[in-house]
């Protein structure tokens, strides 16, 4: 395949559609009656409260939660019920004792391909690429985090809250990267407390006593 920073090649058809969805976490319900849909091209801004379910929501999505009730539906995009999918949680996943470029490396063995070089400059952390993980700060390890992302060659990337520690120019890079995924084919999920500012966004707002559906932005 190309490499990610070219961004060329197009993802199979695909779509999701969320018909009566809850949650509930601890024998408390967080959110119910959800139902929203989005293709290939879509990004979804995921939006609430703390405590809302935006970040469950992702999960049950990703398939690491199951729903209290209703149904998440994904059709394209691969041979199997849910397609080859990124998920990244607003944990940070980066190893303190692996060079920023062992751990691209590492990620692009597990689930992605193409220049782990790329993927450095595709968030702006090319001279990173031989410091520890341990070493970078807040904000270049977010970067790394989801430099990720442009290995992957997965067409739904789930996303939790990606902006948080990224200064102007990183979220700029994201925005960039986002861009180019779509432009693919491919489908965003961003739980988000702000607007990502992503063209055509459409927003769906959680809570129990917000309407379920998605708005266009």
């Given amino acids: 395949m190309n490499a990610p920073e070219n961004g060329s090649g197009t993802y199979p058809a695909l779509s999701l559609n969320v018909e009566g969805l809850a949650c509930a976490r601890g024998g408390r319900a967080v959110f119910g009656g959800l139902d929203f849909q989005a293709a290939g ?64 490396a590492w990620w692009r063995d597990l689930e992605g391909n193409g220049s782990v070089e790329a993927a450095a400059r595709a968030m702006g952390i090319g001279p990173l690429l031989d410091v520890a993980g341990g070493l970078l700060s807040a904000g270049q390890r977010r970067r790394l985090a989801l430099a990720r992302l442009a290995l992957a060659e997965t067409p739904a990337w789930l996303l939790d809250e990606p902006s948080v520690s990224l200064d102007e120019d990183g979220a700029a890079l994201l925005t960039a990267m986002i861009g180019r995924h779509r432009a693919r084919g491919g489908l965003v999920v961003v739980a988000t407390h702000q607007p990502t500012g992503l063209p055509h966004a459409r927003t769906v707002n959680l809570g129990l006593d917000a309407p379920g559906g998605a708005d266009g932005a």
């Fill in 41 to 104: 091209g879509d990004a979804i801004e995921l939006r609430g409260p703390n405590g809302a379910g935006k970040s469950s929501l992702l999960r049950l999505l990703a398939g690491l939660l199951p729903p209290a009730a209703g149904a998440i539906v994904w059709t394209g995009g691969a041979e199997t019920s849910r397609p080859a999918l990124t998920y990244c949680g607003h944990r940070d996943p980066v190893k303190p004792w692996l060079t920023a470029r062992e751990q691209l």
